[in-house]
């Protein structure tokens, strides 16, 4: 019998079953992505959206430190929770995708994370906008709606469907939107069963782009920069205010450009600044409500109720916290901020931009007449990152050049010159002669030393070094060749050619000038002293009689032996030297 009982399906049956009330038990998942260049305020944005207080610690410690690529990524996700008012029960939940700049590389990754088969009936678009860079607002909302609708742009047919109805239900939010009396007050359910019959179409220049449906929100972020003139972040802001005057209008004007420009895509208008947190709560109300959007309606039928209604009503007033909320706004409301304002204009203007792909004047070359470009961004504004080469390639790229140079070795200056005749003062390395006491540096180290007459102390040092060297000089000089000493200008020449002397070729220092030399008188007198001398010792050998050429060939010889003698001899003490001069002169006196 069990051969005969088919076979039932109760595992399929079972799946099936799990499968829908999983689903209709699950918590439904919404998307964010949020576009925006680099340090426009992106992660603020997120971190109210996903009700962070702070970033976590591993980011607060990388900002401290200067590494932002910790946590700076291609494409960058998180996610969290959305509670009810109790804080008990998971309503949603929020996944929020960033990118860090409008590089196409970074732009290239996003369908690879949020694909739009998937993704488009349950995501919404943030732009983020720098009031501290006015002037980049237009050029920057045609980059990101440009790259919106290329994410939607595939012909697919199941695509085009999620489009069609993306479509209708943004123009049904549009077409029911109902101000709320006051921002305590309920929304109203708009229009009822007696007002769907009647409801009115959208107006000029509403809703004429968007493909896709998707909601749009445009969020100015650092609102609070635009009535502060001090310099910092918003140095260029700074510089704008003081080329023209009237910054008020001018503020004014691009709240209206971006209005009307908004409107063609049915996107929201948000002003929000870390200085008021109530225009973050806000901007995360509003997108909660635009992401858990009811699906339209079928005709004769009221909308659906929204799952988290916003409450808030449109703010114009409070410059800092502007609020235009989608399906509230109209070119007549914008002209009303500013007399003058041409709404055609400017959506003439933006459609010949999207045709012309921005390059032949359209709305950005409009844009720059209101807002001067500035060419300096921020980045632009810092000083420039200096360099350093590594300190060895530094030394080996001027190694030539200062191997080269002969005055870079201190240790030069104690080096003897290559000609002996040549001395300088600061190589002299010794004892010091009697000139070296003239020299500054030791005048004032011996006033310092001893506060004593400088002078005194010169002549008496001077003096006791000139009798040393003469002594010196005596004991080297040979006798003469009849046995008698040289005399003083014989001594004075000798000790000149020694070196013994200041002056001579071998001293150690050159003489300053004015300085004199053995017995007080001058080189020249010594030398004319020594030549008469010899003179005079020439004329008496000639006139006295001399002796045979026996003995005197004897007394040459003896003479030469004499000098011998005296050299190999050790050297006597300078009284012994004296007694001898003392006698040399006796004998020749008598």
Same mark, same amino acid.
């Given at each position: 019998?069990?051969?005969?009982?088919?076979?039932s399906?109760?595992?399929?049956?079972?799946?099936s079953?799990?499968d829908?009330?999983?689903?209709?038990?699950?918590?439904?998942?919404?998307?964010?992505?949020?576009?925006?260049?680099?340090?426009?305020?992106?992660?603020?944005?997120?971190?109210?959206?996903l009700?962070?207080?702070s970033?976590?610690?591993?980011?607060?410690?990388a900002?401290?430190?200067?590494?932002?690529?910790?946590?700076?990524?291609a $494409?960058?996700?998180?996610?969290?929770d959305?509670?009810?008012?109790?804080?008990?029960?998971?309503?949603?939940?929020?996944?929020v995708?960033?990118?860090?700049?409008?590089?196409?590389a970074?732009?290239?990754?996003?369908?690879?994370?949020?694909?739009?088969?998937?993704?488009?009936?349950?995501?919404?678009?943030?732009?983020?906008?720098?009031?501290?860079?006015?002037?980049?607002f237009?050029?920057?909302l045609?980059?990101w709606?440009?790259?919106?609708?290329?994410?939607?742009?595939?012909?697919?047919?199941?695509?085009?469907?999620?489009k069609?109805?993306?479509?209708?239900?943004?123009?049904?939010h549009?077409?029911?939107?109902a101000?709320?009396?006051?921002?305590?007050?309920?929304l109203?359910l708009?229009?009822?069963?007696?007002?769907?019959?009647?409801?009115?179409?959208?107006?000029q220049?509403?809703?004429?782009?968007?493909?896709?449906g998707?909601?749009?929100?445009?969020?100015c972020?650092?609102?609070?920069m635009?009535?502060?003139?001090?310099?910092?972040?918003?140095?260029?802001?700074?510089l704008?205010?003081?080329?023209? +005057?009237?910054?008020?209008?001018?503020?004014?004007?691009?709240?209206?450009?971006?209005?009307?420009?908004?409107?063609?895509y049915?996107?929201?208008?948000?002003?929000?600044?870390?200085?008021?947190?109530?225009?973050?709560?806000?901007?995360?109300a509003?997108?909660?409500?635009?992401l858990?959007?009811p699906?339209?309606?079928?005709?004769?039928?009221?909308p659906?109720?929204?799952?988290?209604?916003?409450?808030?009503?449109?703010?114009?007033?409070?410059?800092?916290?502007?609020?235009?909320?989608?399906g509230?706004?109209?070119?007549?409301?914008?002209?009303?901020?500013?007399?003058?304002?041409?709404?055609?204009?400017?959506?003439e203007?933006?459609?010949?931009?999207?045709e012309?792909?921005?390059?032949?004047?359209?709305?950005?070359?409009?844009?720059?007449?209101v807002v001067?470009?500035?060419?300096?961004?921020?980045?632009?504004?810092?000083?420039?990152?200096?360099?350093?080469?590594?300190?060895q390639?530094?030394?080996?790229?001027?190694?030539e050049?200062?191997?080269?140079?002969?005055?870079?070795?201190?240790?030069?200056?104690?080096?003897?010159?290559?000609?002996p005749?040549?001395?300088?003062?600061?190589?002299?390395?010794?004892p010091?002669?009697?000139?070296?006491?003239?020299?500054?540096?030791v005048e004032?180290?011996?006033?310092?030393?001893?506060?004593?007459? $400088?002078?005194?102390?010169l002549?008496?040092l001077g003096?006791t070094?000139?009798?040393?060297?003469d002594?010196?000089?005596?004991?080297?000089?040979?006798?003469?060749?009849?046995?008698?000493?040289?005399?003083?200008?014989?001594?004075?020449?000798?000790?000149?050619?020694?070196?013994?002397?200041?002056?001579g070729?071998?001293?150690?220092?050159?003489?300053?000038?004015?300085?004199?030399?053995?017995?007080?008188?001058?080189?020249?007198?010594?030398?004319?002293?020594?030549?008469?001398d010899?003179?005079k010792?020439?004329a008496?050998?000639?006139?006295?009689?001399?002796?045979?050429?026996a003995?005197?060939?004897?007394?040459?010889?003896?003479?030469?032996?004499?000098?011998?003698?005296?050299?190999s001899?050790?050297?006597?003490p300078?009284?012994?030297?004296?007694e001898?001069?003392?006698? +040399?002169?006796?004998?020749?006196?008598?």
């Open positions: 019998m069990e051969e005969d009982r088919p076979a399906p109760e595992q399929h049956l079972w799946s079953i799990l829908s009330v999983s689903s209709s038990r699950a918590i439904p998942s919404k998307n964010v992505i949020i576009l925006g260049e680099p340090s426009s305020g992106k992660s603020t944005i997120a971190n109210a959206l009700q962070k207080s970033v976590d610690k591993q980011r607060e410690l900002t401290k430190q200067g590494d932002r690529s910790a946590y700076d990524f $494409v960058g996700y998180e996610w969290a959305v509670k009810d008012e109790a804080e008990e029960d998971t309503l949603a939940r929020l996944s995708f960033t990118v860090p700049s409008s590089n196409p970074h732009l290239a990754l996003l369908p690879h994370f949020v694909p739009p088969k998937t993704a488009l009936p349950h995501s919404a678009i943030v732009i983020v906008l720098d009031w501290t860079r006015p002037w980049t237009v050029e920057q045609y980059t709606l440009a790259w919106v609708e290329k994410w939607t742009s595939e012909s697919d047919r199941e695509l085009q469907v999620l069609e109805e993306g479509r209708e239900r943004l123009q049904s549009l077409q029911h939107y101000e709320p009396a006051s921002n305590a007050e309920p109203p708009p229009g009822g069963t007696s007002l769907s019959s009647t409801l009115l179409p959208l107006s220049g509403v809703f004429t782009h968007n493909s896709s998707v909601p749009i929100i445009v969020v972020a650092k609102a609070d635009i009535d502060q003139n001090q310099a910092g972040p918003g140095m260029g802001l700074s704008l205010k003081a080329k023209g +005057g009237e910054w008020e209008e001018r503020t004014d004007t691009i709240m209206q450009i971006l209005r009307t420009i908004c409107l063609k049915g996107a929201s208008l948000f002003y929000t600044s870390m200085s008021q947190p109530v225009s973050l709560t806000q901007l995360r509003y997108t909660l409500h635009v858990f959007m699906p339209a309606p079928p005709p004769d039928t009221p659906l109720k929204y799952l988290f209604p916003f409450r808030q009503r449109p703010n114009l007033l409070d410059r800092d916290r502007i609020a235009v909320p989608s509230w706004d109209s070119w007549g409301k914008v002209g009303v901020v500013r007399e003058g304002f041409d709404c055609s204009r400017w959506s203007a933006w459609e010949n931009d999207l012309n792909d921005g390059s032949n004047g359209g709305a950005k070359a409009l844009y720059r007449t001067e470009a500035e060419d300096t961004d921020k980045a632009s504004m810092l000083p420039a990152l200096i360099t350093t080469e590594p300190e390639t530094f030394l080996a790229k001027h190694y050049t200062l191997s080269k140079d002969p005055g870079r070795d201190p240790r030069a200056t104690f080096r003897q010159p290559a000609n005749g040549e001395h300088s003062m600061a190589g002299v390395v010794g010091m002669g009697s000139s070296s006491f003239n020299l500054p540096a004032k180290a011996l006033i310092q030393m001893e506060g004593e007459d $400088v002078g005194s102390k002549a008496r003096s070094t000139t009798a040393r060297r002594t010196r000089a005596t004991n080297l000089l040979p006798n003469q060749p009849n046995g008698i000493p040289a005399g003083a200008g014989a001594r004075q020449a000798l000790a000149t050619q020694l070196g013994l002397v200041p002056g070729p071998n001293s150690p220092a050159t003489p300053l000038p004015g300085s004199t030399g053995f017995g007080g008188k001058s080189q020249q007198e010594i030398l004319k002293g020594f030549f008469d010899l003179l010792r020439s008496g050998a000639s006139s006295a009689p001399g002796p045979s050429a003995p005197a060939s004897n007394t040459a010889t003896a003479t030469t032996t004499s000098v011998a003698a005296s050299a001899q050790p050297r006597q300078a009284a012994t030297s004296a001898s001069d003392a006698d +040399g002169d006796e004998a020749e006196d008598s």
